[in-house]
C-alpha cells in the first residue's frame, strides 16, 4: 500500500528591485502564507530577488522542484523592468506567447481607459502553455503553468488572484493555531514552552515578545494540524503559566 | 594596477516560523535595505527559512560565500525555537561558547529584572570567536562572526544594532533615489520610463502604480550611484511625461 500525502509544501519568489531596496515594505510574504495555511499547504521557503532573469531562473528552478507548488509575486506589469513572465518561460525553458483570453480581458478592461497600447499588450504575454488566473481588480491576469502560479506584486491585486485561487489546489489539513498571553518575560518561561512542546506531538511553540505600558509581555501561538493536540498543548501551557504566578489570557494580549 | 572594488554586496537570511506561517509581517527586509543603501552596500537577496538547523546552514554557508555581508535576523531569543547561533556555529564549523562580555551585560540587565536564568544565560552564547554588537534596547547582543552579522528579529532591536553598525562596514557610493509621480496609468508611459533608463548609464528606474481618489498613478524612482545621472534621468522623465500631457510632480505624489 503506497503512503498516503499528508503534507504539501510551496515556496515564494518576491521579484523586485523596489523590496531589495527598501522601496517598497513587502506584503505579500504574509499574505500568501496566511493563505497557504487555510488550504493545508505549507510555506516552506521564500527567497527575494532583484529584476534580473538569471538570479529569477536561478530560484525558480530551485524551489519549484523542491515544492509541490512555487508561487511568484511582480514582475507582471507593463513596464521595461517586468520580466517575470519572460523569466519563467526561460526557466522552462518554453517561449511567450500572447495568451488570447488575456488578450481580449486586457481590450475590454481598456476600451474606456485609453484602449490598448504596446505596454499594456505585454501583459496578455504568457509562457506557452499557461492557464490565466482571474484579477478582478484590473484586466492583467495572473498567470498558472503545471505548479508555477504568478502573481502580482501590488498586494490587493495579489489577494483578488489568491481569491480566485482558493480551494483549487490540492493540500493536506489546515494548520491551527491557539494564542495565549501572559505578562510573562520570555525569558522566564523559556522552560515551560519546551516541555509544553515536547509533550504533544506535531505541535510548534512560537513566543512573541512585546512591551507596552512599561511592562514585558509575551503571546505564544501553538501551532498544529491537528486543533485537539493545539488546544491541550495551551491548556497545559496555561495552567503551568499559571502555576509560575502570570495569568494567561486566551486569544492572546 | 589591479582594479579597484566599486560595488558591495549583502543577503539576508530572515530566520523564523512566524514570517513563514503570516503570524509576523517581517519589517526588518526593508528595514536592512534602506540602512545599507545609506552604507554603499547593496541588498542583493533575501532567504526566509524556517526555525529548523540544516535549512538554516544551508541558506548560510550559500550565501556568505556569494556576498561581502551576510545578515540574520530572528533565533537570538531566549527560547527552544532560538537556534541560529547553534545554526550559524555548526555552518562555521565552530563551537558554541558564552562570551564573558555578554554574560556581564545580560547579568547587569537582569539584576533589576528577576536575575539572571538559564534561559536567559542562552543570550550569552556566540560562535566561538565572535564579536558583540551592542543593543541598548534589551541586555541581549547581536553578534559579529566574520563577514556574519546575527541580529534580532524584533524590529526596533534589529534598529538599535544597525545603529551601532552604522559607519564600520565598508562600502562603495551610497544608493541614492530621484522620485517623480504623474497621474498617468504606468501602462501609458512605459515607452518613456524605458528611453529614459536607456539613455543615462547605471541608472535604473522603477515604475509604482497608485490607485487613489478614482483614479490611477504612478510614482517613477530613478535609482543610480550617481546623484547627477540620477537627477538627469529624472529630467528627463519629467519632460517627456509633461509632453505627454502628464504633469510630474518632483518628489512623487
Known sequence: ??????????????????????????????????WLNVQGIRLEEVRVVPDRQERIVKAVNVLRAAHDYLFTTGGIGPTHDDITVDAIAAALGTS?????????????????????????????????????????MSGAP??????????????????????????????????VSV??????????VADLLREAELTHAGVAVGSYPFFRDGRVGAN?????????EAQ?????????????GYPAVPGGI
Open 1 to 34: 500500500m503506497s503512503e498516503r500525502k499528508t503534507v504539501w509544501t510551496a515556496a515564494l519568489v518576491v521579484i523586485g528591485d523596489e523590496i531589495l531596496s527598501g522601496r517598497t515594505q513587502d506584503r505579500n510574504i504574509a499574505q500568501l502564507a496566511r
Open 96 to 136: 511567450v506567447v500572447v495568451h488570447p483570453d488575456a488578450r481580449a480581458a486586457l481590450e475590454t478592461y481598456y476600451a474606456t481607459r485609453g484602449g490598448i497600447n504596446e505596454g499594456r499588450l505585454r501583459m496578455a504575454r504568457v509562457p506557452e502553455g499557461a492557464d490565466l488566473i482571474p484579477n478582478r
Open 142 to 175: 495572473g498567470i498558472r503553468i503545471g505548479n508555477l502560479f504568478l502573481l502580482a506584486g501590488v498586494p490587493h491585486i495579489t489577494a483578488g488572484m489568491l481569491d480566485a485561487l482558493t480551494g483549487t489546489l490540492e493540500g493536506g489539513r489546515p494548520l
Open 179 to 188: 494564542t495565549i498571553g501572559a505578562m510573562a518575560p520570555e525569558s522566564e
Open 220 to 228: 505564544f501561538v501553538v501551532r498544529s494540524e491537528d486543533m485537539t
Open 232 to 244: 491541550a498543548c495551551a491548556d497545559l501551557l496555561a495552567s503551568s503559566l499559571e502555576s509560575a
